[in-house]
T-cell receptor, first 115, second 116 residues
Framework: AQSVTQLDSQVPVFEEAPVELRCNYS??????LFWYVQYPNQGLQLLLK??????LVKGINGFEAEFNKSQTSFHLRKPSVHISDTAEYFC?????????????FGQGTELSVKP | DVKVTQSSRYLVKRTGEKVFLECVQDMDHENMFWYRQDPGLGLRLIYFSYDVKMKEKGDIPEGYSVSREKKERFSLILESASTNQTSMYLC???????????????FGDGTRLSIL
């Protein structure tokens, strides 16, 4: 079975500071990896995804993530955060051979950016 | 842009009521999903559907059923609502693979359901 663990439930950070949100996954088969963001009172929207190729992927709003197969991690980073980045962030995986695109989510990390 | 619309943003119902949550997508997606979101637990899959009149159980189907009579509409039904079903419910849709290999799931804004 597959599982996703987000190591921090809450991350407080000051504006313009760098941030890293950590995600580890467990799977006996190959997976695709995603980060989604949920702003207050909204649904989820895709930040970035890793399917194959370069292990460093760039997404929207200046975020990037690095896939590390040996450590089964997919940490999300941003070099300088803004107040508007305050949101909940979800890491998710799907099996490469899963025709339905079913996602398995982590528990979520609340990013709180303070002025 | 893909639009996934959930019929209600907020809903308050009483224990024992039959509750319907509706979801409509406008992109002709074959696959649709219902999740519930609870603090500290992330999103958990309740049911999903790959086609009209087709449904499969997710990880937490107990107490729920679904209906997919038309491709664009996927309904979640709480047969007899209980207080432990108070939660945020999110609907999503996507295209199947392989032609939609890198297509993400598109989410609605969610329905916050309170069962009193």
């Amino acid at each position: 079975a597959q599982s996703v663990t987000q190591l921090d439930s809450q991350v407080p950070v000051f504006e313009e500071a760098p941030v890293e949100l950590r995600c580890n996954y467990s799977s006996s088969v190959s997976v695709y990896l995603f980060w989604y963001v949920q702003y207050p009172n909204q649904g989820l929207q895709l930040l970035l995804k890793y399917l194959s190729g370069s292990t460093l992927v760039k997404g929207i709003n200046g975020f990037e993530a690095e896939f590390n197969k040996s450590q089964t991690s997919f940490h999300l980073r941003k070099p300088s955060v803004h107040i508007s980045d305050t949101a909940e962030y979800f890491c998710a995986v799907t099996l490469i051979y899963n025709q339905g695109g079913k996602l398995i989510f982590g528990q979520g990390t609340e990013l709180s950016v303070k002025p | 842009d893909v639009k996934v619309t959930q019929s209600s943003r907020y809903l308050v119902k009483r224990t024992g009521e039959k509750v319907f949550l509706e979801c409509v997508q406008d992109m002709d997606h074959e696959n649709m999903f219902w999740y519930r979101q609870d603090p500290g637990l992330g999103l958990r899959l309740i049911y999903f559907s790959y086609d009209v009149k087709m449904k499969e159980k997710g990880d937490i189907p107990e107490g729920y059923s679904v209906s997919r009579e038309k491709k664009e509409r996927f309904s979640l039904i709480l047969e007899s609502a209980s207080t432990n079903q108070t939660s945020m419910y999110l609907c999503a849709s996507t295209t199947p693979r392989p032609e939609g290999l890198d297509q993400p799931q598109h989410f609605g804004d969610g329905t916050r359901l309170s069962i009193l």
